[in-house]
């Protein structure tokens, strides 16, 4: 009984502190992945591993920057190898386990995070942009501009050294306002780019 109370209350604790960073974990998800599918899968598998290892959690760290260096260690050590095959039994069993951590409201509010990010000004060419990014300059732009980790937490989450973060997140940003700009000659479609961006974000 007493074993059962305290697997109850870390299941809250960490509902608690996982359910506000769910909106990042899928939207960089679905940034590594490029597939929907791909990233709701990402996001479980990661949750749930985070979970299994929540007494691994240094209470009074950052919960956020550990959760998302699961994630991306998950993504590298799997997704990043080969899609995942998938079949109706998994799916089942993925859904019943999240069932069981996640109330309904948190799920719901988290469900289409892609539209919540563009409607505060991150613009759709911007996304489709650092999907053209080589997966270790994706992976700090993921962190540093959409997720807004700072170079130490980001070389930590990555487990690289800060100066690493620093070289991939310049050449990251410049191959993507590259790839901006190359839109912007070959449409006449308004691109908000990255300084305007960052610039909205800090100013809203």
Known sequence: MLGFARSNKAKVEFEALAAPCFDGLYASALRLTRNERDAEDLVQDAVMRAFRFFDKFERGTNFRAWLFKILTNTFI????????????SDDHERESVAANF?????????????????????????LKAIDTLPIDFRMVVILADLQEFSYKEIAEILD????T???RLFRGRRQLQKALAEKRYS?????????????????G
Do not use: C, W
């Open 187 to 203: 449409s006449d479609a308004t691109t908000i780019d990255l300084d305007q961006y960052r610039l909205r974000k800090n100013l």
């Open 77 to 88: 050590n799997k997704y990043r190898r080969s899609v995942k095959e998938r079949n109706l």
């Open 165 to 167: 973060v620093m070289s």
């Open 160 to 163: 690289v050294p800060v100066g």
């Open 102 to 126: 996640f109330s309904h409201d948190a799920t719901d509010q988290a469900a289409n995070p892609e539209d919540f990010l563009l409607e505060r000004v991150m613009s759709e060419d911007v």
